[in-house]
């Protein structure tokens, strides 16, 4: 789809992003229309650059916290897109650090 600093973004990040995101919202993944979720994930993979760049880091621990806090609010979707192999732990909290990214990096610029 594009690259960042010469790391390509692909359509399978795209897609992971989306599942993520169909946690917290109450939509159907194969009725959406894609497009409107490039921003969103250019927006992270943007602060993620920004992240890596400074040399900042996001705590693990808090991280693990809000998965978990996450996972008892919405746990059987998580199941759900787990056993059908849309998502991943790894990728529930890969897409945890960028919104903490995201956040951190928003909180501290204003």
Same mark, same amino acid.
């Given at each position: 789809?594009?690259?960042?600093?010469?790391?390509?973004?692909?359509?399978?990040?795209?897609?992971?992003?989306?599942?993520?995101?169909?946690?917290?919202?109450?939509?159907?993944?194969?009725?959406? =229309?894609?497009?409107?979720? !490039?921003?969103? $994930? @250019?927006?992270? #993979?943007?602060?993620?650059?920004? /992240? &890596?760049?400074? *040399?900042?880091?996001?705590?693990?621990?808090?991280?693990?916290?809000?998965?978990?806090?996450?996972?008892? =609010?919405?746990?059987?979707? !998580?199941?759900? $897109? @787990?056993?059908? #192999?849309?998502?991943?732990?790894? /990728? &529930?909290?890969? *897409?945890?650090?960028?919104?903490?990214?995201?956040?951190?990096?928003?909180?501290?610029?204003?």
């Amino acid at each position: 789809m594009f690259a960042i600093n010469n790391n390509p973004i692909t359509t399978i990040d795209l897609i992971q992003r989306i599942n993520y995101l169909s946690i917290f919202n109450d939509f159907d993944i194969k009725n959406i =229309n894609k497009n409107e979720y !490039i921003d969103d $994930l @250019i927006s992270v #993979k943007l602060f993620n650059e920004y /992240i &890596i760049r400074r *040399n900042l880091k996001i705590e693990q621990k808090e991280i693990v916290s809000t998965f978990n806090l996450i996972f008892v =609010n919405n746990k059987k979707k !998580i199941e759900e $897109l @787990i056993k059908n #192999k849309e998502l991943t732990k790894e /990728i &529930i909290l890969t *897409n945890i650090r960028y919104d903490l990214q995201k956040k951190k990096t928003l909180e501290f610029l204003l």
